[in-house]
């Protein structure tokens, strides 16, 4: 191998890495700010089941009515991040919480992130997210929730000027669907109980407490017929 200066050398590194690793994907495109939020409650006890929520900012907002709706049945924990499927960082962050924490049901989207990605890279990403999954928790009951409408449905810009519409979010749950239901994953349908309800969101892509709620009364709905009993 011939001499590359420093940087060209440590970015070849990291693509021959990535395509090791993950033969399938591309690179991901990272977003202005990148973050993770875990929250694991009632740790320290075992009296009832463990549920996790996959997720973004929208599921962090529905995360403590889930929690209300099933208190007394289940214990209900959190990893909201905003990578996208194809961000091997997602991976990582799955497997630090499924290391170390059992869980029996596992709520998981991929949501409102990654549109500087194509519908092909999303395609090809899911299938190594779930697998992640299945490698870290194999006794998990799974349950996918599909991805939310806008506010008003319109193309937007987004962060690095990739945009993003309910036309885009339509064609990636037809996608999803197809690939979780090939590996008899649920699916709760989350855009259509929020479709046509621009009253029920706090701006174009989040949700009031209103609509949380009606989120939450899906999920928790979903969720508590996959708990052991």
Not at 85 to 90: F, I, R
């Given at each position: 191998m011939k001499n590359l200066p420093l940087p060209v050398f440590i970015t070849t590194a990291l693509a021959s890495s990535f395509a090791v690793a993950y033969p399938n994907l591309l690179p991901p495109a990272r977003e202005a700010i990148e973050w993770c939020d875990i929250w694991i409650s009632h740790a320290n006890e075992t009296n009832l089941p463990r549920v996790l929520l996959i997720g973004d900012s929208i599921a962090r907002d529905y995360y403590a009515e889930v929690e209300k709706r099933l208190a007394g049945k289940a214990f209900v924990a959190r990893l909201a991040t905003s990578r996208f499927?194809?961000?091997?960082?997602?991976l990582r962050e799955i497997d630090l919480v499924l290391t170390d924490e059992k869980f029996d049901v596992i709520h998981f989207n991929n949501g409102m992130h990654g549109w500087q990605h194509s519908e092909v890279?999303?395609?090809k990403a899911l299938p190594k997210l779930i697998q992640t999954i299945r490698a870290r928790?194999?006794?998990a009951r799974l349950l996918w929730a599909n991805t939310t409408p806008l506010r008003d449905g319109k193309a937007v810009t987004y962060d690095t000027k990739a945009e993003y519409s309910d036309e885009r979010i339509?064609?990636?749950n037809s996608l999803a669907a197809e690939i979780v239901a090939a590996q008899q994953i649920p699916i709760v349908d989350l855009n259509a109980a929020v479709r046509g309800h621009p009253e029920l969101h706090s701006d174009n892509v989040h949700?009031?407490?209103q609509g949380s709620q009606i989120l939450a009364a899906e999920i928790s709905a979903a969720v508590e017929k996959l708990l052991p009993h």
């Open positions: 499927a194809a961000d091997p960082v997602l890279e999303y395609q928790a194999p006794k339509a064609a990636r949700f009031n407490g």
